[in-house]
C-alpha cells in the first residue's frame, strides 16, 4: 500500500529563497521544472502549500508591534525590516491567493504541474476562526461568539448594526489570538457557511490540513466557550462528520488531514479525516523515551497507526536537528518514514536546518546545508521509495538473554513487499548498545535458508529458516543504531556462495552495524 509522504513549504519564504537564487521574480506560476523533479526523485506524494492565503493590514500591524515577536523576528533574522513580516497566515483575511504568489492563475498552474507529476496538492483550512480583516467581521458578525460587553480577549467591531463584542480564537489551554475573531460553531448559520466555504477551497486543491481541528468538536468547543452562552439549542451532530461527507460527495478522493492532540485523533478519524497528527510519538521520540516509543506503537498497532500523520518538525515545532545528534536523527527518521500512515516532512528538514521561522516572516536568513543530514534523508526517502509496501507489522523484541533489559529500547517493523520478499526495519532508540532476538515471520517457501542485506549499509547475511523461526534474528546494535534489512529466499534474486553461506549462517553471530 502506498501511504502519503507529505512535504510542507513556507510558500512565502520559498518564493522569495527561489527568486533569490533564480535572479528574478519566481510565484506559484513559473515555478523551476527542477524543484518537481526532486520531489519525484524523493517519492514525495504530496506538497502542502503552507500560507498561500491572504492575511490582512490588522493582523499585519499585530505581527509589527507584538514585542515577543519582535524579539523573535531580531533573533532568527537579525536584520530583519518592516517589509519582511506579513499577517500570520493562520490569521486569514480571505480564501484567495495573493497577487505576489502568483495569484488564483498560479495556484491553478501549480496544481496542474504537480498533478502531471503524479503528485498533489494540499493546502491549509482554518476552521475555528478568521482573521481579524476578513469581510464577514463587519458583514456577518452573527456568526462570531459575541459578548455583551467588553470582557477580557474580546474587541471592540464596528457594524451597520452599531458597535458590538467579538471574541477572539483561542485554544483553551493559551491565550487568545489577538489576530483572530472566533466562529461560532453553536450555531447553525456558522456552520453552513462554513460547510459552503470548505467546499469552495476543496475545488482548489486535492487535499486539505485542518488547523486545530478538534476545538470544532461539540463537547470541546461547549466547554471552551460556555463563558458565553448562545441562544441556541446545542448541535447534535458534528460538524466534521457532516461537511467531510459533503465533500467527499463531490470530490471522493480528496484528503482531509487533521492537526489534533489531547487524544482526540481517533474520534476526527471517525469522522471522516483521512489522517490526524501522531503528536504522541513525536513527543516520546523527541523526549528520548524509547520504551515509550515501542509502546506507544504496539498499543496503537498497524491499523491505528495507518491513519496517524507521523513527523519529526513542523512549522509548530523545533527544527529537529537543533534537538538530536545526527545519530538519532537518523534512527528517528528511519521509524517515522518506515510507519504505516502518512509522513509528514518539513521544508529546511531534509537540509539539516536549525533555525525555526515563524509564520509571520515573509523571509529567513541563508543557513549552511548539512551534507550529512541531506545525504541520510536522500538515502532513506529514494531507498524507501523503491520498496512496495503491502503490509506491516510491529514484532515485539524478545530479551536477548535472561537479565539484559535492553531489548525494550528496539523498534522492529516488518514490511511485506513483492512476493516472498520482505523488509525488516530495525532501530535501537537507546544511547547505548542493545541486544534482542527479533520474531519475524518467515513466509512459506521450499527455501531453508535466507538471504538478508541491509539496504542503508553494507552488512549482508544468510540465516536458516529452522533459526528464525526458532529462535527469531539474534540483533546487537550499536547506541542508535538503525538498519533496514532486505530478506530473500536463497535460490531467488540473490547471489552467494557455498562459503559465505557457511560463514554467515553461524547461530552465534549477531546482526548488527551502524
Not at 493582523?59 to 523576528?73: G, S, V
Not at 518538525?313 to 504505516?340: K, Q, T, W, Y
Request: aromatic share 10%; with cysteine.
Amino acid at each position: 500500500m502506498a501511504y502519503p509522504l507529505l512535504y510542507e513549504i513556507n510558500t512565502r519564504c520559498w518564493l522569495r529563497d527561489l527568486s533569490s537564487r533564480q535572479g528574478r521574480a519566481v510565484s506559484l506560476a513559473n515555478i523551476p521544472a527542477s524543484e518537481f523533479a526532486d520531489w519525484r526523485r524523493l517519492g514525495l506524494t504530496h506538497i502542502w502549500l503552507m500560507g498561500v492565503w491572504s492575511s490582512g493590514p490588522r493582523a499585519r500591524a499585530r505581527a509589527l508591534t507584538d514585542p515577543l515577536l519582535r524579539a523573535i523576528y531580531a533573533k532568527v533574522l537579525p536584520a530583519w525590516q518592516d517589509q519582511d513580516v506579513a499577517g500570520s497566515p493562520y490569521a486569514i483575511g480571505d480564501y484567495q491567493v495573493p497577487a505576489e504568489l502568483g495569484g488564483e492563475a498560479g495556484l491553478k498552474s501549480f496544481r496542474e504541474r504537480l498533478n502531471a507529476e503524479g503528485m498533489k496538492l494540499v493546502l491549509d483550512f482554518v476552521p475555528n476562526h478568521l482573521g481579524v480583516d476578513h469581510p464577514w467581521v463587519w458583514e456577518r458578525p452573527d456568526l462570531f461568539v459575541r459578548a455583551t460587553g467588553s470582557k477580557p480577549e474580546t474587541f471592540r467591531q464596528s457594524t451597520a448594526g452599531g458597535a458590538i463584542w467579538l471574541a477572539h480564537g483561542k485554544d483553551p489551554y493559551f491565550p487568545a489570538w489577538s489576530d483572530t475573531v472566533q466562529l461560532d460553531y453553536r450555531r447553525a448559520s456558522t456552520r453552513k457557511a462554513m460547510t459552503d466555504l470548505l467546499m469552495s477551497v476543496a475545488g482548489c486543491c486535492d487535499g486539505l490540513r485542518c488547523d486545530m481541528a478538534m476545538l470544532l468538536l461539540n463537547d470541546v468547543f461547549a466547554k471552551t466557550w460556555e463563558g458565553f452562552p448562545s441562544t441556541e439549542a446545542p448541535p447534535v451532530e458534528e460538524f466534521w462528520g457532516t461537511a467531510i461527507a459533503a465533500i467527499k460527495r463531490v470530490h471522493p478522493s480528496f484528503l482531509f488531514l487533521a492537526e489534533a492532540y489531547w487524544g482526540l485523533e481517533e474520534r476526527l478519524v471517525t469522522l471522516g479525516f483521512d489522517y490526524a497528527y501522531d503528536k504522541a510519538l513525536y513527543d516520546k521520540l523527541q523526549g528520548r523515551q524509547p520504551v515509550a516509543v515501542t509502546r506507544h506503537l504496539l498499543d496503537l498497532g498497524p491499523e491505528k497507526l495507518a491513519t496517524g500523520a507521523h513527523f519529526l518538525e513542523n512549522h509548530d515545532e523545533p527544527r529537529i536537528a537543533s534537538l538530536m545528534s545526527f545519530a538519532e536523527e537518523r534512527a528517528s527518521a528511519l521509524v517515522v518514514l518506515g510507519l504505516p500512515g502518512m509522513r509528514l516532512l518539513h521544508e529546511g528538514q531534509l537540509t539539516g536546518a536549525r533555525v525555526k521561522v515563524p509564520v509571520q516572516l515573509t523571509r529567513r536568513a541563508q543557513e549552511p546545508v548539512d551534507s550529512e543530514i541531506q545525504s541520510l534523508y536522500d538515502q532513506l526517502l529514494t531507498t524507501l521509495h523503491s520498496r512496495e509496501q503491502r503490509s506491516c507489522e510491529i514484532l515485539l523484541a524478545r530479551p536477548a538473554w535472561p537479565g539484559n533489559p535492553t531489548a525494550q529500547n528496539f523498534v522492529l517493523l516488518q514490511r511485506q513487499s513483492h512476493g516472498l520478499e520482505f523488509d525488516l526495519l530495525v532501530v535501537n532508540l537507546a544511547p547505548h548498545r542493545s541486544q534482542c532476538y527479533a520474531p519475524v515471520r518467515i513466509p512459506d517457501c521450499p527455501s531453508e535458508n535466507w538471504h538478508m542485506k541491509d539496504l542503508l549499509g553494507p552488512e549482508r547475511y544468510v540465516r536458516f529458516r529452522g533459526d528464525l523461526q526458532a529462535h527469531g534474528l539474534y540483533l546487537d546494535l550499536p547506541a542508535h543504531g538503525a538498519q533496514l534489512f532486505r530478506f530473500e529466499p536463497v535460490g531467488g534474486k540473490s547471489e552467494i556462495s557455498k562459503s559465505e553461506m557457511r560463514e554467515n549462517s553461524k547461530e552465534q553471530s549477531p546482526v548488527g552495524g551502524g
